[in-house]
């Protein structure tokens, strides 16, 4: 038997039909799929996005702890250099106080004192009038016999303690009788 090898109109206007129909549902699918990678890429641009806010709106809130971070400390280490001049201004002042300046005759002034008429006049005193003409005279008491004033001795009736305490005795026991 031979088969016809040709198609017959019928059959090429069914296969066109059928090639249609499965045409129209893989462009319907392709729709799909392209609808629905669409809304998956908005929805990962929308996270991204919101990643992005979220991401400037910690930096800028870690710029704005950074800033105010940096303001108390440059206002503590001013407060704190300012707290250390002040107790440095007051111990040095105590120290002034204390220790005020004493003035020491330099070694010149000793030799021209101890080599001349004039006597050192001590700080304080030098335009006090000096008087060079007259010699001054200066009369020490002279040491006398100092007595060492003794306190008056009294004699007690009362004979001395004994060396030990004496014993404690119990209620129901009488103590010993001192002849």
């Not at 799909?32 to 990962?44: K, P, R």
């Not at 992005?52 to 250099?81: C, P, T, V, Y």
């Not at 107790?87 to 030799?111: G, K, Q, Y």
């Amino acid at each position: 038997m031979d088969l016809p090898t040709t198609l017959s109109s019928m059959d090429l206007q069914e296969a066109i039909q059928t090639n249609n129909e499965r045409l129209d549902d893989v462009q319907y699918h392709q729709h799909t799929l392209e609808a629905s990678l669409a809304a998956s890429n908005q929805i990962i641009h929308d996270k991204l996005d919101k990643q992005h806010q979220r991401q400037d709106s910690l930096e800028s809130k870690i710029d704005g702890l950074d800033k105010k971070m940096a303001n108390r400390f440059d206002r503590f280490e001013s407060g704190l250099d300012k707290k250390m001049e002040d107790r440095f201004d007051r111990f040095e002042s105590i120290m002034n106080t204390r220790l005020a300046a004493r003035s020491v005759p330099v070694e010149s002034d000793l030799h021209s004192a101890g080599n001349s008429s004039t006597p050192l006049v001590p700080p304080g005193f030098e335009s006090a009038p000096v008087n060079t003409t007259q010699p001054v005279h200066v009369s020490l008491p002279t040491p006398t016999h100092h007595i060492i004033p003794t306190l008056p001795t009294a004699t007690l009736n009362t004979p001395p303690p004994p060396p030990f305490p004496p014993p404690i005795y119990k209620s129901n026991q009488t103590p010993p009788q001192h002849q």
